[in-house]
């Protein structure tokens, strides 16, 4: 990278022309999401001016310990996040956290391991950043289809479970369609970088004036981790929160109703 | 498919009194079982039970006896008959009271034993999104067992031919009877029946019901017939037991029972 863009507060109070679109088109269809809008708005600014102070702390200190802090605190964060957007189901955070936490560490052993980057807080943060966002977003989505679909096949599960299968066999089909709608967004945004999307990656390099096919390297290699990750995190998060859905003696805690 | 024992020896070699004959058990208690003495053979015994769904008691004390042979449990909408089958098949479990099947609490069974001996038929076909012939292997599938399927859609009154069709391209009628195959495929000694009609012609009505009456006939299947069809009821029970907002609003007498049971259908 030969310079890094200097980004005045004016130039970003300038992009709040284009969040005020946003405004005026929830006022004008009653969506009723200015609220939502503004709280987005000053909690991105307040939260990214502080990571930046954060980040640069640990840059700076070189310190891998303050990195696994760093992860860590953002899959806590992540955890409550994703747990918001699945409702209905029970006790989720214990297996978002989890599911968070083993993607970002096993994510971050293996880059290492296989020296695609080195052991440096300067790779590791951004890279378990990514991890920790692009998982938390695809446990949600995973969770809140599996909790949809378990409450909406009720029937079918206790029918299942009437026959003497396990609470774990009774949603194994259920668990295949939930993982596969966590995985499969990542999946396309793959199969489509480049050409109707790009990614930020490689758009910040170039921006700072990366050369193009470098910046596309890096990218690569960012999406090839991501899908791993995701697919852990999809995987941890709804294995072990499918427990939840059930008793000890194999009943579903919300049945279907009486008829 | 291997023929369940019946009579009296029935529950001694269930899953629930494994090394020791539950009639046996029942004459321990004294006078309950002398009383009983003419009766058949008790499966289930419901102790003051109360049952809640979905925050809503819908079972309120009841205090019931489902002997062997055909029992039908008849009401209207809301009257706690689902609940009561849910229950016996520990899909859902008690608030408060006890049950017993076999002589032994129901909450001491291994409960996937439990759901293969004594199967439930739900109101509402849900079958697997696979074959029919899928559907019905799936049950003896989870313990490693083989079964014939054109032999039980035969027993359920289907064609051979069903066994490759999907699953989720039947009628409803049909669908009742691939669910109806898929419990007999694990070898039931009582089938808990949830409505087994409510969604048929009188044509198939009469051809499930005949069924049903074949099935305790050859097989001498005991069941649990939950209608809310009273003249059905009577037609297909030994016994008919009535419920009214989740609690027993009649049970016939002993002699009545006594009576029905030795005029009741042939057992083989």
């Avoid at chain 1, 978002?96 to 096993?106: I, K, S, T």
């Avoid at chain 1, 790009?198 to 990218?219: E, I, K, N, S």
């Avoid at chain 2, 019905?136 to 066994?163: C, Q, S, W």
Wanted: some cysteine; aromatic content about 4%.
């Amino acid at each position: 990278m030969s310079r890094a863009p200097d980004i005045t507060l004016l130039e970003v109070l300038a992009a709040l022309g284009l969040v005020a679109v946003a405004v005026a088109v929830s006022l004008w269809q009653r969506m009723r999401l200015e609220g939502d809008i503004a709280v987005a708005v000053v909690r991105s600014f307040l939260q990214l001016t502080a990571v930046g102070f954060v980040i640069q702390l640990v840059f700076r200190e070189r310190s891998l310990a303050l990195v696994v802090v760093l992860i860590a605190v953002m899959a806590v964060f992540g955890a409550f996040t994703a747990r918001g957007r699945a409702p209905s189901v029970p006790r989720a955070f214990l297996p978002l956290l989890l599911a968070l936490g083993l993607a970002g560490a096993a994510t971050l052993v293996l880059v290492v391991a296989l020296g695609i980057f080195p052991p440096a807080p300067q790779y590791l943060v951004p890279v378990g950043g990514m991890v920790v966002g692009n998982s938390m977003t695809a446990a949600a989505v995973s969770l809140n289809r599996l909790g949809d679909d378990i409450a909406g096949s009720a029937g079918q599960v206790e029918a299942t479970l009437a026959l003497g299968a396990t609470a774990t066999q009774a949603v194994r089909p259920l668990v295949r369609r939930s993982l596969r709608s966590g995985v499969i967004p990542l999946i396309d945004s793959t199969k489509t970088t480049g050409v109707i999307f790009f990614p930020g990656t490689m758009v910040g390099m170039l921006v700072a004036g990366a050369q193009p096919f470098a910046a596309a390297r890096l990218q690569l290699i960012l999406l090839y981790v991501l899908l791993g990750s995701v697919a852990i995190a999809s995987v941890t998060a709804v294995v072990l929160a499918q427990r939840n859905f059930f008793t000890a003696a194999h009943q579903l805690r919300e049945g279907p109703a009486e008829s | 498919m291997a023929r369940p024992a019946t009579g009296p020896l029935a529950c001694a070699e269930s899953i629930s009194t494994r090394g020791r004959a539950c009639e046996t058990r029942r004459r321990a208690r004294s006078g309950r079982a002398r009383r009983r003495i003419s009766s058949p053979p008790v499966l289930f015994e419901l102790d003051r039970v109360s049952a809640s769904r979905g925050g809503a008691r819908v079972f309120h004390d009841v205090t019931l006896a489902l002997p062997e042979g055909a029992t039908c449990v008849a009401g209207g909408s809301g009257s706690g008959k689902s609940t009561l089958l849910r229950l016996l098949n520990r899909l859902a479990d008690p608030d408060s009271g006890e049950i017993a099947y076999c002589g032994r609490p129901l909450s001491s069974l291994d409960v996937l034993e439990l759901r293969r001996e004594v199967a439930l038929v739900p109101q509402l076909p849900a079958l697997l999104e696979v074959t029919v012939a899928d559907n019905v292997r799936f049950g003896p599938a989870l313990v490693g067992r083989e079964i014939d399927v054109a032999e039980l859609l035969d027993l359920a009154g289907l064609p051979a031919t069903f066994a490759e069709r999907a699953g989720d391209r039947l009628s409803v009628g049909e669908k009742q009877r691939v669910m109806l195959a898929r419990a007999l495929a694990l070898e039931p000694r009582v089938l808990l029946l949830d409505e087994p009609t409510s969604a048929l012609d009188e044509r198939s009505r009469g051809r499930v019901e005949e069924t049903l009456t074949d099935l305790r006939r050859r097989l001498g299947i005991s069941y649990v017939l939950v209608t809310h069809d009273l003249a059905q009821a009577e037609r297909l029970s030994d016994r008919v037991v009535r419920l009214e907002a989740g609690r027993v609003s009649e049970e016939p007498s002993a002699a009545a029972l006594a009576s029905q049971v030795a005029g009741g259908p042939e057992r083989t």
